[in-house]
């Protein structure tokens, strides 16, 4: 983090969160257990996870200004959220970050940062 007092400062605001989001969706897409929770056209999904992460990584609340209250663990009970889903999906935002030349001290920090909601999330065995 150095000298920026937010995740969302230190990834390159606005833009920074747009690349992640870029660079995630397509592992996602590609993972066999994330894949098929998906609907076929995933930019919507892409953009509200763009103005969702930008407000949890401490920028402007983007995603609440749209769309209210966030309440995502609500929004996801619709989905079987596995402890191997969960696990799943930091993977595959961990390999976005790689992917995009993260220094590993801030990679390491979102992903501790994510792993707090995904697990949160979790709703089912199996
Ligand atoms: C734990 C594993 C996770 C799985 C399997 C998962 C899966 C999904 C699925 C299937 C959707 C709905 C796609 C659709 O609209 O049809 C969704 C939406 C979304 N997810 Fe996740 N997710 C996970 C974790 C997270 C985490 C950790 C965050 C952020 C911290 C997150 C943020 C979002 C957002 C912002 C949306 C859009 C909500 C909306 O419709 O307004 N998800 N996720």
């Known amino acids: 983090m150095n000298n920026y007092s937010?995740?969302?400062?230190?990834?390159g605001e606005t833009e920074g969160v747009r690349r992640i989001v870029e660079v995630f969706y397509p592992k996602v897409?590609?993972?066999?257990?994330?894949?098929p929770l998906f609907p076929e056209d995933i930019t919507p999904v892409?953009?509200?996870?763009?103005?969702?992460?930008?407000?949890?990584f401490?920028?402007?609340?983007?995603?609440?200004?749209?769309y209210g209250h966030p309440m995502m663990r609500g929004r996801h009970m619709p989905f079987p959220i596995t402890p191997e889903r969960a696990e799943a999906w930091l993977d595959c935002m961990n390999r976005a970050l790689v992917d995009l030349g993260m220094p590993e001290e801030l990679r390491l920090f979102i992903i501790e940062r994510l792993s707090a909601p995904a697990h949160h999330f979790i709703n089912t065995d199996d």
């Open 6 to 11: 937010t995740i969302y400062e230190a990834v």
């Open 29 to 35: 897409k590609e993972h066999p257990l994330l894949g």
């Open 46 to 56: 892409m953009d509200k996870q763009a103005l969702f992460l930008s407000q949890f």
């Open 58 to 66: 401490g920028g402007p609340p983007l995603y609440s200004d749209q």
